[in-house]
């Protein structure tokens, strides 16, 4: 089993920055890749990012992309979604999700294994 937990969300204005954190703790020997979604009130939960723990290639979803970079300490079993530029559209509760799946993971229905979430919100 693996436990993620994820930290960092919060209020911040439109243009500004936040840093979210997942913690990994259990067998994280078997988390090949990681990733990133949000779900915003009253919409499906999509795709944001993801990293693959062993190869470090990365994807993004089209709207983050060029605004929030994934990357991933496996030192500390830790991972990060640095986000910049940040818009009122980003305004979601954010889940970090982990997989035995090799390769980068895009899709839900690939990750095993999901954080409770942290709330993002971003005033205009």
């Known amino acids: 089993q693996v436990q993620l937990v994820e930290s960092g969300g919060g209020l911040v204005q439109a243009g500004g920055s936040l840093r979210l954190s997942c913690a990994e703790s259990?067998?994280?020997?078997?988390?090949?890749?990681m990733g990133w979604f949000r779900q915003a009130p009253g919409k499906e939960r999509v795709f944001v990012a993801a990293i693959s723990r062993t190869s470090g290639n990365t994807y993004y979803g089209d709207t983050v992309k060029g605004r929030f970079t994934i990357s991933r300490d496996n030192a500390k079993n830790t991972l990060y979604l640095q986000m910049n530029s940040l818009k009122p559209e980003d305004t979601a509760v954010y889940y970090c999700?982990?997989?035995?799946?090799?390769?980068?993971?895009?899709?839900?229905?690939?990750?095993?294994?999901w954080g409770q979430g942290t709330q993002v919100t971003v005033s205009s």
């Open positions: 999700a982990a997989t035995s799946r090799l390769g980068v993971a895009t899709t839900q229905a690939e990750y095993n294994y």
């Open positions: 259990g067998r994280t020997s078997s988390s090949h890749s």
